[in-house]
Every structure is written in structure tokens, then in C-alpha cells.
């Protein structure tokens, strides 16, 4: 059964955990029908209203139609539905802004009711990997970092996670807000098969490179977190340490990998050239003067930065 990395159980826990938000199920349809009919998860805060919790990349929302093969009925259901959905948005509030999946890309329903709807990219890569299709540079890097002697695998030391995740935070100055007893907690929550930490070490011992993924019951993984320590940023490791993740992937059935997120320059460079599929996903602020006042300074800051404040998963 497919089932998103992030409609799971155990993530929906850990959210709990971490961020004291309450997730919130939701199933909505025309007059109770079965179908067509929108699912979703929501967080909520202590008021009610609907936030999107921190290191999520998208809400999990699943549109279930009714059988047709008539496009303009699809669109008709999903227009039907998809307005209930907005009308909850609405009742509950929306605190901030709430990211849906790259599946939904018609967000006409919340535009019309004044919600700005700003896009965003992310890439898809398709396993098993390709590896002629994939830059020659970054083909260089892997074949360097074999060559000097890094050992990739899975592993449950979850200090040597955060060392990665603190040094690139330092780096570049944001913070995951990730220690070792919450990354404990979500691999107790999740499982080991879902919650993938990946360490790559160097041949001196030292954990040179970590990588969190997230892995559904189906066939999708995405990225969560990551992390190169300064002094390997020019050996290749983060490159071969991704190649591991994926191949180790494609051999447990996952099809597609999703990058989560490539919307600063540095950033889209870095994972556009694993090949892929560029896809679009859309982030919602309600209408008001918070978005208003919100909008103008991110504005500001994408005009001195030239990107969003996304972290470059190096």
C-alpha cells in the first residue's frame, strides 16, 4: 500500500513530540460520499489553528476521485472538493503558511478565496539511479571519494548525525533545532526502515558526512536532513554518501526520490545535477495583513539574497 513518507503514523507522533502540535486527519466529500473526496493531514496549535510544523516539506494531502476517465470531471471533482478543503483552512485559521505536496498543482479553490499561492521546486529522481545521467562532474567526485577510502552505511549513532547537522549549521547559519534524543525518538517512532540515517566515514575514523531520509511503507522516499563537515566539503563525500542512499533505496523497492526542496541557486545546482524531474509545489499564505506584512519583507530579503533561506543539504 502506498502510503506518504509523511502521512505516517510514526511521523505524525513525532511531531507531536517535538513541536507540540496535534495532527488532525481530515476526510472530506460531498454529502458523505465516498468518493470524490480529499484527505489530509493538519497540525494544530494550542489555539486551533492550522501551522505547518518546522523541518515538514509539504502537508500530506491525497485526492481520491470518483472512477471516470473524463479529464474535465476530474478537474470538476477536484475543484469540488478541494473548495471543502479551503473552507477548513479558513475555519480553523492558518497560522504562517502551509505547503502542499507537488501532487496538487491546481490551487485555483484558495486563490479565490484570497490565499497567496507562492511556487516552489523540488526535484524527483526516478531509481534506480542512472549513473551516465548524472553530471560528469559530480560522477568525478563519487569516483574520488571511493578511491581516498570513505566507508558509507547506515547506523543508528546519532551523535555522529548531529556533529554533521551542527557543523553545517554553523556554516551556514540556520538551525535544524534537532539534538540526539529527538532523532532517537522519531527512529523509536518510525522504525528503522523508515527513519534511514546514513554516516560516511572518513579513513581517519571521523564522521565526515550524515543523511536522514524518510521512507514510506510504499514506494517514495524523500530527504529530511543533512550534513558535510567543513573540512570534506572538496573530498567528493557528499556526493558518494547520496549515490549509497540511493542505491540502498532502489534495492528495498523505492521508485522515487524527492528531493525536498530546490529554490536557492546553490542549492537547485547541487541536486539538479543528479538528473531528474523538476516539479512544482505550492506554499499558501491566508489573506491579511500578517500575509501582507510577511510577504513584503520576504520580498525584501529575496532581493538581497537572491533565494529563500533554504538550507543547502551540504
Known sequence: ???????????????????????????????????PAVETVVYLD??????????????????????????YRLRRQWIAVSELLVAEFQKRRVLGAVTLPTDIVDVRAWQWRGFLAEPRYTFYLSLPLQLPEVDHAFRTKINKATKTGFQVHRSLTFNKVIECLSDTEQRQGFKHGLNIEDLRRASALLGEDSFRCYIAIAPSGEVASARIVLKGPGSKALDWVAGTKRDFLNSGVTQYLIAFVLDDLARDG???????????????????????????????????????????????????????????HS
Open 254 to 312: 523505492v521508485k522515487t526520490f524527492d528531493f525536498a526542496g530546490a529554490n536557492l541557486p546553490t542549492v537547485q545546482a547541487a541536486k539538479s545535477a543528479w538528473g531528474g524531474d523538476l516539479k512544482v509545489y505550492f506554499v499558501l499564505r491566508a489573506p491579511g495583513l500578517r500575509t501582507i506584512v510577511s510577504t513584503g519583507l520576504r520580498l525584501l530579503r529575496v532581493s538581497f539574497r537572491r533565494g529563500y533561506n533554504e538550507p543547502t
Open 46 to 71: 494550542t489555539r486551533g489553528r492550522i501551522v505547518m510544523p518546522p523541518l515538514n516539506p509539504y502537508l500530506p494531502v491525497i485526492f481520491r476521485p470518483s472512477p471516470t476517465d473524463k479529464v
Open 1 to 35: 500500500m502506498e502510503i506518504d513518507p509523511l502521512a505516517m503514523d510514526g511521523w505524525l507522533e513525532f511531531n507531536r513530540y517535538k513541536w507540540n502540535l496535534e495532527p488532525h486527519k481530515i476526510k472530506l466529500s460531498i454529502d458523505d460520499h465516498e468518493v
